[in-house]
């Protein structure tokens, strides 16, 4: 199984287990369960923009925090782009803002736990274990189109020196191949993306980012998909799609702080 299910407290949150033989790395998908946001965010609702409360979804980061055991929550305007906050061990205080137009969050500093909110689009997380360096990255079609998990592994490899086959990567549970409908797929979708097609207007979103991180030279061994549609699991995830006006689930990982 991909997956591992972790339930602490009322919390319910998924790891992958590509990750699991690397103590000095922390990450969680988490499901609705278990915050304090009401209908229609309930209940772990961890986006500020979508009109729930604010102090509601700051208390649902903090369960998602002490859950985690970090002591830092790393989170963007995120805006279907491609562009990059990069934290290094040499400015640790950026982790303090909350800076608009990104979608890659990229660090090596131990403690700085990075979040993508997603309600249908995929959390591409990476570690590199020869660099001890981690990504986080909100992708959805609009960042196939752009190649933004090949412009993640670009960023890796000239700011921290990643090679390609070293990249351990995990697609969260998002849009699957069911639900990934575009009825203008003609005008949204660049030739290249059509054969990813598997049924009239219906496009494989899944295997269309195994191929571009493939191309890119990450091993497909290294390379974890969730298989877990965001659209059909109601009970688990928030679904754009589906129901519109909802929360944002959250995806988070992080190096261990030294002091762990």
């Not at 640790?92 to 700085?112: C, H, K, M």
């Not at 054969?195 to 979103?205: M, N, V």
Request: hydrophobic share 35%; charged share 15%.
């Amino acid at each position: 199984m991909p997956l591992h299910q972790v339930r602490q407290g009322k919390l319910v949150y998924y790891r992958f287990a590509l990750f699991s033989g690397f103590p000095e790395l922390v990450h969680g998908i988490f499901t609705r369960h278990g915050g304090i946001s009401p209908p229609p965010y309930h209940s772990l609702n961890l986006s500020l923009t979508v009109g729930d409360q604010p102090e509601r979804v700051l208390y649902n980061r903090q369960l998602l925090r002490e859950a985690l055991g970090v002591p830092e929550l790393v989170s963007v305007g995120q805006v279907h782009g491609q562009k990059a906050l990069i934290i290094s061990s040499s400015e640790p205080q950026s982790a303090q803002l909350e800076p608009q137009g990104l979608d890659i969050l990229i660090t090596n500093v131990p403690g700085l736990a990075l979040m993508v909110k997603q309600a249908d689009c995929q959390s591409v997380i990476f570690y590199d274990p020869q660099q001890r360096v981690i990504a986080n990255v909100h992708c959805g079609w609009r960042g196939n189109v752009q190649n933004i998990l090949g412009q993640t592994v670009r960023c890796l490899q000239e700011n921290f020196g990643s090679r390609p086959p070293d990249l351990l990567v995990g697609i969260s549970p998002s849009l699957g191949p069911c639900c990934a409908q575009f009825i203008n797929y003609r005008q949204e979708l660049p030739p290249e993306f059509w054969p990813y097609q598997i049924r009239p207007d219906y496009f494989d979103l899944w295997r269309l980012s195994q191929d571009q991180l493939q191309a890119q030279g990450v091993r497909p061994e290294q390379i974890q998909l969730a298989g877990l549609c965001s659209r059909c699991q109601a009970a688990d995830f928030f679904s754009y799609r589906r129901d519109r006006h909802t929360g944002r689930n959250a995806t988070v990982i992080a190096l261990r702080s030294a002091d762990e």
